[in-house]
């Protein structure tokens, strides 16, 4: 999914389960810095990947800065 969004293939990718590692979302992670796409905690402050192996995480990547504004706003409802 990550690599869908940071082709364009979709605007948003959202995973809020807490279940995600640093290990399993490096290249996606990658991947979509590169193509200009955005990377968001569930707090909304830019993921940073600086966490041991075992941290679980959370997060919302986008397309533009104005999807990821519409898509917390609705997170952030709830």
Same mark, same amino acid.
Request: glycine share 8%.
């Given at each position: 999914? &990550? /690599? =869908? @969004? $940071? %082709?364009? @293939?979709i605007d948003v990718f959202i995973d809020l389960r807490?279940?995600? %590692?640093?290990?399993? &979302? /490096? /290249?996606? =992670? +990658? @991947?979509?810095?590169?193509a200009?796409? @955005?990377i968001v905690d569930a707090d909304s402050q830019p +993921?940073? +990947?600086?966490?041991? *192996?075992? *941290?679980r995480l959370s997060f919302v990547g986008a397309s533009n800065q104005v999807t990821l504004d519409q898509i917390m $706003?609705?997170?952030n409802k709830y």
């Amino acid at each position: 999914e &990550m /690599a =869908y @969004l $940071s %082709r364009g @293939l979709i605007d948003v990718f959202i995973d809020l389960r807490d279940k995600i %590692r640093v290990q399993d &979302m /490096a /290249a996606g =992670y +990658l @991947l979509i810095k590169e193509a200009g796409g @955005l990377i968001v905690d569930a707090d909304s402050q830019p +993921l940073d +990947l600086d966490f041991g *192996t075992m *941290t679980r995480l959370s997060f919302v990547g986008a397309s533009n800065q104005v999807t990821l504004d519409q898509i917390m $706003s609705e997170i952030n409802k709830y």
